[in-house]
């Protein structure tokens, strides 16, 4: 993992946060968004599903 990444995770974390665990989930998290994004287009690539996700959530956001 390069370190800008585990300095971005890192600026994640409060006191007492583990950063394994912190990993954990997020693998978690992608590998069920995964199951569901691939019924959606196979063709997709990485950055798009990210962009998909993120934009999908802000719209949820702005729904509230």
């Known amino acids: 993992m390069s370190q800008d990444l ?6 994640q974390l409060e006191y007492g946060d583990n950063r394994s665990a912190w990993v954990r989930d997020a ?10 994004l691939d019924d959606l287009d196979e ?4 950055e798009e599903r990210r962009e ?9 956001i702005d729904e509230q």
């Open 6 to 11: 585990l300095d971005e995770i890192n600026s």
């Open 27 to 36: 693998i978690h998290l992608k590998l069920e968004l995964q199951g569901e």
């Open 43 to 46: 063709d997709m690539t990485d």
């Open 52 to 60: 998909f996700v993120v934009e999908a959530v802000r719209e949820a």
